[in-house]
């Protein structure tokens, strides 16, 4: 078989649009009747999905493939980085955990590497119409260019093209796109063939004369200039940064949900269904401010640090304001890194992420967790303790154990139980992501609190991708960014 066309997007920095606009394109390909693989040689995101061949990869590469309707792979981003600390992070290759390494011991890492980056994308060519790649950060860290994977050092090395995206909405979209040409190494350069001004509020005709400016300084041809598109908040996002974006008010919600933004939170979009519904009231809470006495529910999401993200809520004093709600008969819900800080101690024998020892968790459930290097990747499905069915996944390491687990939050399908609850129901635990994105699970959620689900989330997802799809058709030449693809 022929090997696919592939064009890569590559950015001036980190949140510039990558992922959206490679699902957006994706979803359009596919319109069209093509098949398209997402492809993302190195990705750093504690936001990462079960694949169908059993490993994880890259929250935005799991909904790069659903745009694409296709499974989602592990060869879609062969590696993926999971910060676990300020200079340290877990590697994850081709789906499963390689190792862990400091940031300038990972530096040396990465010729080695570089084979199961080729290896995954020479796969994914060979059963594709075209492969779209995102690149990582920002072209223009000419620093970390030497042994580079994730953009120009993947490109030179697969000689594909690439399209270089800038953010207007951050300012400064002319001296970014300028200055990446200034700094690039001339043989990096010679491989970019256009680009695209993304995230455009205003007339577009007031622009024109910076497109052309670009234009002539780069040698680049403008490839279009795209509208800020405000149903992505409707997406999972790729990473945290998507936190600090503001969401819309919520004044006639009924239902508030407050979660605790702790520095190694991860799969925080378990909550995006939630912010999803119109009478839920999501409400971020970052460190130093305190948790709002009058939320209903308090959701400790997940934590790929969740020794050093227990200190920090300590230190933050939201260990006190989840006492005092719970003293006032509020429901709290802990999600796998959550469920286990809600325990009486975790316990790290190995090491896994940090000095070995035992730490107090919150006492909030009477059960202990054991941190082991086996990590556990698993689709799943069952039914709740209040008889609500389910699907999700489960990514974790470690085993919980104790008398309230003998309470399981959840049957799982094949009988045996998952998670606890305390003796009074007010505390529950799972290691099960994804539950509320199941429309059954998050209808019986807001039942518990006289709450009513409005929205289907599937197929809002799906109308939203196909709207992304729509929108970067109106403002790119499809038809030209095939023509570039080789």
């Known amino acids: ?48 999905a079960v694949t169908a061949d059993g490993g994880e990869i890259g929250r935005a590469q799991a909904l790069q493939a659903r745009a694409a309707r296709t499974p989602a792979s592990i060869h879609m981003n062969p590696v993926l980085l999971k910060p676990q600390s300020e200079i340290g992070a877990q590697i994850v290759v081709q789906g499963r955990v390689y190792g862990s390494a400091k940031a300038a011991a990972y530096q040396q890492m990465k010729n080695d590497l570089l084979p199961f980056v080729l290896d995954s994308f020479t796969r994914l060519r060979s059963e594709a119409d075209i492969v779209l790649i995102e690149g990582a950060g920002s072209a223009a860290e000419v620093n970390l ?167 920090a809520l300590r230190t933050a004093g939201f260990d006190i304001d989840i006492a005092a709600h719970r003293r006032r008969g509020g429901m709290v819900l802990g999600l796998c890194g959550g469920f286990q800080m809600l325990g009486r101690s975790i316990a790290d024998p190995g090491g ?35 008889g609500a069915p389910f699907t999700g996944y489960e990514m974790h390491m470690g085993v919980t154990e104790g008398p309230d687990c003998a309470r399981p939050f959840a049957r799982l399908a094949d009988g045996s139980p998952e998670g606890a609850v305390s003796a009074d129901s007010r505390v529950l635990g799972t290691y099960v992501h994804g539950l509320f994105a199941d429309d059954r ?15 289907a989330y599937d197929v809002l997802v799906e109308r939203t991708l196909d709207a992304l799809a729509a929108h970067l058709a109106a403002h790119l030449d499809l038809d030209r960014l095939l023509t570039l693809a080789r």
């Open 441 to 455: 699970q998050r209808a019986a959620w807001l039942a518990r609190f006289q709450g009513t689900a409005t929205i």
């Open 1 to 48: 078989m022929a090997a696919a066309r592939a064009l890569m997007f590559q950015g001036t920095g980190s949140d510039v649009g990558k992922s959206l606009i490679v699902a957006g394109l994706a979803r359009a390909f596919t319109l069209r009747g093509l098949a398209v693989r997402p492809f993302k040689p190195q990705n750093m995101s504690n936001n990462a």
């Open 145 to 311: 260019r030497a042994n580079d994977i994730a953009n120009m050092g993947f490109a030179r090395a697969a000689a594909v093209p690439v399209v270089l995206i800038g953010d207007i909405d951050r300012g400064g979209v002319i001296a970014s796109l300028v200055g990446t040409k200034a700094v690039l190494a001339p043989e990096d350069a010679a491989l970019v063939c256009g680009f695209i001004v993304n995230k455009f509020r205003g007339d577009a005709a007031l622009f024109a004369a910076g497109m052309e400016r670009i234009a002539q300084a780069t040698g680049w041809q403008a490839l279009g200039l795209v509208p800020y598109f405000a149903d992505a908040r409707l997406l999972p996002a790729e990473d945290a940064l998507a936190l600090e974006q503001n969401r819309p008010s919520k004044p006639q919600a009924r239902l508030r949900i407050a979660v605790p933004i702790l520095p190694h939170i991860a799969n925080f979009d378990d909550l995006d269904p939630l912010d999803a519904e119109p009478s839920v009231d999501v409400v971020r809470v970052r460190l130093g401010a305190a948790l709002p006495g009058d939320a209903d529910l308090i959701v400790l999401p997940g934590s790929k640090a969740t020794i050093a993200d227990l200190a």
């Open 352 to 386: 896994i992420e940090g000095p070995p020892g035992v730490v107090e968790g919150l006492g909030l459930l009477d059960v202990a967790t054991t941190l082991s290097a086996e990590k556990r990747l698993e689709p799943v499905r069952g039914t709740t303790s209040d």
